[in-house]
Every structure is written in structure tokens, then in C-alpha cells.
């Protein structure tokens, strides 16, 4: 495997299409879920940010996904829960999915907190997490209380993937899946990718599976481009960007 390569898939797509979703009930207390919101809430600014469509009325985000495993963030304020998601999809593996996996070296990919609004959608029904080995869903909100629609699309069995706040998924990264549009209130939901590659510090959904990541941050970038204006252009600038979170 080259460098730049995301690792090869170890279950062909016919395979893993054949795997179900597990279902976890009440994996995370209502404790787990208000640490975790406010561990977001304080450090959503210094993560990597990625906001998908927006309402024609506001402007909004109708899907904003910030990656807390920028700079390892959660990865070091959570270490037991990474493992506790890590040793649940090895054992959903060994017991579902063909035992094709559990015993590979895999390794926190990505840490990724969801909030969609209605509207926001993941439509495309073949979509799947390319180049990760497991993928684990933890759903922080209230079905039915906080928002409404909002359904995952795969096979969970006769009932919903998440019932209640705290249940969680897991699943064969390759498998197809998709999200039904929020019709109201706030959907937030945790997601963790597992992968045969470096764990991944990045600000993004990383495609380097060695090697340093190729992608230079856009705070980076931006920052840079501040060091080369003068004083009074910079004072504007930042104040411009501070606005839009590229600066905190």
C-alpha cells in the first residue's frame, strides 16, 4: 500500500452489503451525552468545521459536521470510550459481520460530531464510509422529543436504529447507508470511524492512511496570508473571520 492509498477494503462490497446494522441500546448514560455536548460546545471553534447546504430562507447550515478528533481533542479527553466503541464493533464482527476484522490493528480515523436542522438530509442510498473498517453511531439527541425525521436507512432489524438518546449503531464501514431529511427540531449524533491506518489528528475526514496528511488546514493557510498584509489590513481581516470561526 502506498502512502497516499486508503487502505484496501478487507470484505468485498457483495460481503458487506450482506452485514446488518447492530443495534446498541443505551451505550452512552445521559451523563456520557451531556459531557460529550459540552465538550463540543467548548471546543466546536478550535476543530475542523464542514457545513453542508443551507436553507434558502436563513442561510443556515442545514448539516454541520465538526471534527473533534482535530489535534486528538477527544481522542485524549475519551480515551475509554474510544476503546468501549472499539471492543463493541470487534465483538459485533466476531458475532455478524463474518469475523473479518476484529483481529486487525485498527485505529480512530475520524471523530465526528453531526447537528442537522430540518432539511438536512443524506440522500444518496449507496452511500458508504470508503476506506474505514467500522463505523459507530451514537446518538446524542431525543428521537421524537428533540427532533423528528431524521431516520437512519439500513437494515437494523424491525425496530428504528435509535429509540432513544444513547443508543448506538455499528456497522461495516463499506455498507450502504443513508439519512432521511430532519423535519424539525435538531438532530446531533457522534460518529467514529475506525480504520487500518495512523490515527489521525487532522481537522478533516482524512484520506492519508500513513504518512503525514497532505492537506494543509485552512487556518493554517489563512494565517500565513495574514503574516504577508499590514497592520490595519490584518486587524480587518480577522475581524472578518472571526465571524465565520476560520479564527477563534
Not at 29 to 53: M, Q, R, V, W
Not at 147 to 166: H, L, M, S, T, Y
Not at 215 to 236: I, K, N, Q
Request: aromatic share 8%.
Amino acid at each position: 500500500m502506498a502512502d497516499s492509498d486508503l487502505p484496501p477494503p478487507r470484505i468485498s462490497d457483495a460481503n458487506a452489503q450482506a452485514t446488518p446494522v447492530v443495534r446498541l441500546p443505551a451505550f452512552l448514560s445521559p451523563e456520557e451525552i451531556a459531557e460529550i455536548d459540552a465538550f463540543h460546545t467548548a471546543t466546536s471553534h478550535a476543530c475542523g468545521n464542514l457545513a453542508k447546504a443551507s436553507c434558502a430562507v436563513t442561510g443556515a447550515a442545514l448539516w454541520t459536521t465538526t471534527y473533534l478528533s482535530t489535534d486528538r481533542r477527544f481522542n485524549q479527553r475519551f480515551p475509554e470510550l474510544l476503546q468501549r466503541m472499539l471492543a463493541a464493533a470487534r465483538a459485533a464482527d466476531r458475532a455478524h459481520f463474518g469475523d473479518f476484522a476484529s483481529r486487525v490493528d485498527v485505529r480512530p480515523r475520524v471523530v465526528e460530531y453531526h447537528t442537522v436542522t430540518p432539511g438536512g438530509a443524506l440522500k444518496h442510498e449507496q452511500h458508504y464510509d470508503s476506506g474505514s473498517v467500522y463505523t459507530f453511531d451514537v446518538m446524542l439527541a431525543r428521537p421524537g422529543d428533540d427532533f423528528d425525521g431524521g431516520e437512519f436507512v439500513g437494515d437494523a432489524g424491525d425496530e428504528p436504529a435509535f429509540v432513544n438518546a444513547g443508543d448506538a449503531i455499528v456497522f461495516c464501514s463499506h455498507r450502504h447507508h443513508s439519512v432521511r431529511p430532519v423535519t424539525r427540531g435538531t438532530r446531533r449524533v457522534l460518529v467514529v470511524e475506525f480504520w487500518e491506518g495512523c490515527e489521525r489528528a487532522c481537522g478533516h475526514r482524512c484520506e492519508r492512511a500513513r504518512g503525514p496528511c497532505l492537506v494543509r488546514p485552512l487556518r493554517t493557510m489563512v494565517e500565513e496570508s495574514l503574516g504577508e498584509m499590514s497592520a490595519d489590513d490584518r486587524a480587518a481581516a480577522e475581524r472578518f473571520l472571526r465571524g465565520r470561526t476560520v479564527l477563534s
